[in-house]
């Protein structure tokens, strides 16, 4: 199966193989050569306003193609064998709210068959970063306050040593807006990053499944974005006051700049770790 080619024209396309794996090669000008394969991204979504944001703008210069699918509107979960990342974005809901959300009994089973059977490359962000621990075993609870705003984030040990945060610095400033957090993770994982409001800020679990906590792909638009959902107007409320809303526009825009670097640099490093997974050991 063929997905869409964002602003490609037909003839640009073509399909190969390599290690048993189908891919998209781009020919002619192509930005993709720079990176050997093409990628075939299967994006999990759970409410419109939580996507790939900057990322998307990251994947399409190097080429790469994406699926999102918004499983809360009950959009299918595709056949995983067509991809070669798959990236699960936030949402406002919890990972144990099954019943209200009856969808992420799939999803979670999704996302274990795609890190424990097939070992591909996983990034999940925020409530992405949640659904990875739970599908694999660990524990994420309330927390005594929700974290929102703009917040240090420091590396461990592990974390300054790991391909997906190369190049990131020992300490990062980044947008957080979760009222739940990782507080066990699965067995055969490994914190990454850290702060005082959340020990697990970043994850990996095994070679290549990544959570990120704290939000990496935000663009100008992302907090008039996330204002206009009813459960992140209130724990932006509640946890910066009533005035918190035009502090944190104030905030993001400041820190913009960096934060898109840090997107860059993430999302380059995501498409080497991909890479090496598909060319293989």
């Given amino acids: 199966m063929l997905l869409p080619?964002?602003?490609?024209?037909?003839?640009?396309?073509?399909?190969?193989?390599?290690?048993?794996?189908?891919?998209?090669?781009l020919c002619g000008n192509d930005p993709a050569r720079l990176?050997?394969?093409?990628?075939?991204?299967?994006?999990?979504?759970?409410?419109?306003?939580?996507?790939?944001?900057?990322f998307r703008d990251i994947w399409a210069g190097q080429g790469h193609t994406w699926r999102s699918v918004e499983l809360d509107l009950g959009?299918?979960?595709?056949?995983?064998?067509?991809?070669?990342l798959l990236v699960v974005m936030g949402g406002p809901m919890d990972v144990w709210q099954e019943g209200e959300h009856p969808w992420l009994v799939p999803e979670k089973a999704a996302i274990r068959r795609w890190v424990k059977d097939l070992g591909r490359p996983f990034l999940g962000v925020c409530l992405?970063?949640?659904?990875?621990?739970?599908?694999?075993?660990?524990k994420?609870?309330?927390?005594?306050q929700p974290e929102v705003g703009v917040a240090g984030v420091e590396l461990t040990a592990e974390g300054r040593n790991d391909p997906l945060l190369a190049g990131c610095g020992d300490k990062m400033q980044a947008l957080q807006w979760h009222g739940a957090e990782v507080s066990v993770v699965p067995a055969?994982?490994?914190?990454?990053?850290?702060?005082?409001?959340?020990?697990?800020?970043?994850m990996r679990w095994g070679r290549c499944a990544y959570g990120l906590q704290y939000?990496?792909?935000?663009?100008?638009?992302?907090?008039?974005?996330?204002?206009?959902?009813?459960?992140?107007?209130a724990s932006l409320e509640r946890t910066l006051g009533a005035d918190g809303a035009t502090r944190l526009d104030q905030d993001v825009a400041e820190k913009l700049p960096d934060f898109r670097t840090m997107s860059h640099r993430i999302g380059t490093n995501l498409t080497t770790i991909v890479e090496r997974a598909i060319s293989g050991p």
Avoid: C
């Avoid at 939000?215 to 107007?233: G, L, R």
């Fill in 75 to 84: 959009e299918p979960i595709p056949a995983l064998d067509d991809f070669n």
């Fill in 215 to 233: 939000h990496v792909e935000i663009t100008a638009a992302t907090v008039d974005e996330w204002k206009s959902v009813p459960e992140y107007a």
């Fill in 5 to 25: 080619q964002r602003g490609l024209k037909p003839e640009v396309r073509r399909t190969a193989r390599s290690n048993g794996r189908s891919f998209v090669l």
């Fill in 35 to 54: 990176w050997g394969h093409a990628m075939r991204i299967l994006v999990f979504q759970h409410i419109a306003v939580e996507h790939p944001g900057a």
């Fill in 188 to 202: 055969g994982g490994h914190i990454l990053a850290t702060n005082a409001a959340s020990s697990a800020q970043a």
């Fill in 140 to 144: 994420v609870t309330p927390m005594r």
């Fill in 128 to 138: 992405g970063h949640q659904l990875l621990a739970d599908a694999l075993g660990g």
